[in-house]
């Protein structure tokens, strides 16, 4: 997963209306949480959808709301918790769901009003609520439900989860215990919903997952048939496949496991994006092996390097923690040194923040909230320079660029370097004729921190 502070977004309420009728009972839901919780939502929507309930995007033009909500961290909680108020004060009939699920008497205590609650994954239980609530109606619209389900994310790039939970037990995380250990889903499964997702005309697959490199170890890399061809449940054989789709793919969460470096031929041949997310955490032996993070004695730097001299333009993005229970001044500065010889692409830093119930609160020696803050300032400032440098040798090359909005000045997209929402932009001012999912050449004039400024070299 993606660190300590999975970035909470209090997204707005959500709807999907083609063929709406005044008679169809009417749900509205609001998404908290991470890109994997997203997932969920669009799961339970596409369920309720099929049954023939209709999405209102609208407070007081749904009949019940469902809140899906975060728990990872005490503020994701309590954003969810305000959420929840938000929605009952708004609607009055609610729903919970997600990942603070686990703490039903909490969310009573502040709520009672609810009208339930199940935990992460439970789309059965949250369906069998809607379904009590509000019974679903005799005559199901199933054809206006898309074959590739009902999507949050826009219609050219989509989230692609190919496992839930967790086998690792990183010490300041919780996730383990609220979503259980690592449950793949088989290759051919996966396949199947990312095939569904090209033909509706989705560009790029942002594979997600609490530990993509992980996955299949549950399964022990079955393989199964998709389309006459035998895919094994393995990071590797999963993303050679998908690489044939013809879309963008891009790899989420990874760790860096020995057969991390299988993907690099891949990546060379550009049957899947040059992108690796690995959340490093620290640089710190100490810090990592306090935090107890997978992986942490692979000799990253050395692979860092190797990986690069075989795939020049590949991009690396990481987040990082700063603050943890111990970290010492030396630990910060080693953290600093490996930032500076890493040379990531795309960086975010969060101050450690206790989650109840992690085992990292009995580590001795926590660091004091202004000494979190400086260092957190510095890790900022010296990435910054890290970052605006590496973006500055981009300055007169050509590169690709996905559309993701157009308006009356001109197109904004992103590069093989971007994920959507957490890394940079591509600004070309004044394409106006472009439209979102479009990719085209363009040639780098400017560039900032963190972003770029482009000339079309081509159509799309
Ligand atoms: S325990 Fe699993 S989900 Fe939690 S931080 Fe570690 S790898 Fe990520």
Redesign the pocket.
């Known amino acids: 997963?993606k660190?300590?502070a999975q970035v909470v977004t209090h997204r707005a309420i959500r709807g999907y209306n083609p063929g709406m009728t005044e008679a169809s009972p009417k749900i509205g839901i609001v998404s908290l949480g991470c890109p994997k919780a997203l997932v969920d939502s669009e799961r339970i929507l596409s369920k309720l959808r099929a049954e023939g309930y209709e999405l209102s995007g609208e407070y007081d033009g749904a009949d019940l709301v469902v809140v899906n909500t975060c728990g990872f961290l005490d503020t994701a909680k309590a954003e969810s918790l305000e959420a929840i108020g938000e929605a009952m004060q708004e609607n009055g009939r609610v729903i919970v769901t997600g990942c603070l699920g686990v703490e039903e008497d909490r969310i009573r205590e502040s709520h009672p009003g609810v009208l339930a609650v199940t935990g992460p994954h439970q789309y059965e239980a949250v369906v069998g609520a809607v379904h009590e609530a509000l019974p679903p109606p005799h005559d199901p619209f199933q054809d206006l439900v898309p074959p590739e389900g009902i999507k949050l994310t826009p219609r050219h790039y989509a989230y692609l989860k190919i496992s839930e939970g967790?086998n690792?037990?990183?010490s300041?995380?919780i996730?383990?215990h609220i979503r259980g250990d690592l449950r793949s889903r088989a290759a051919n499964d996966v396949m199947y919903e990312a095939e569904r997702l090209a033909n509706a005309g989705v560009r790029e697959l942002l594979v997600i997952s609490?530990?993509t490199s992980a996955y299949g170890v549950d399964l022990k890399y079955a393989e199964s048939d998709w389309r006459g061809r035998n895919v094994k449940a393995r990071m590797t054989e999963l993303a050679e496949a998908l690489g044939d789709l013809g879309v963008w793919v891009r790899l989420h969460?990874v760790?860096p496991y020995p057969h991390v470096d299988e993907l690099l031929p891949l990546m060379a041949e550009r049957r899947i994006l040059p992108y690796l997310d690995i959340?490093f955490q620290h640089g710190s032996p100490n810090v990592l092996k306090a935090m107890r993070?997978?992986a942490n004695q692979e000799k990253v730097l050395e692979r860092i390097t190797r990986w690069r001299r075989d795939v020049p333009d590949l991009a690396l993005r990481s987040t990082f923690i700063v603050g943890f229970p111990g970290e010492t001044e030396a630990d910060f500065e080693e953290l600093l040194g490996w930032l500076e010889e890493a040379q990531l692409d795309r960086v975010g830093c969060f101050k450690y923040e206790p989650v109840e119930g992690a085992p990292a609160n009995d580590i001795a020696d926590p660091v004091p909230e202004d000494v979190k803050d400086e260092r957190w300032h510095r890790f900022m400032e010296w990435q910054r320079r890290i970052s605006e440098a590496r973006m500055a040798a981009k300055v007169g090359r050509t590169i690709e660029v996905i559309i993701d909005e157009v308006d009356g000045e001109g197109a904004m997209g992103r590069s093989h370097w971007d994920a959507p929402e957490i890394d940079g932009s591509v600004f070309l001012n004044g394409d106006t004729d472009l439209s979102p999912g479009d990719i085209v050449e363009a040639r780098v004039e400017h560039a900032d921190d963190y972003d770029l400024w482009a000339i079309r070299t081509t159509s799309d």
């Open positions: 997963m660190g300590v967790c690792n037990r990183c300041f995380c996730i383990p609490q530990d969460y760790y959340p993070r997978p």
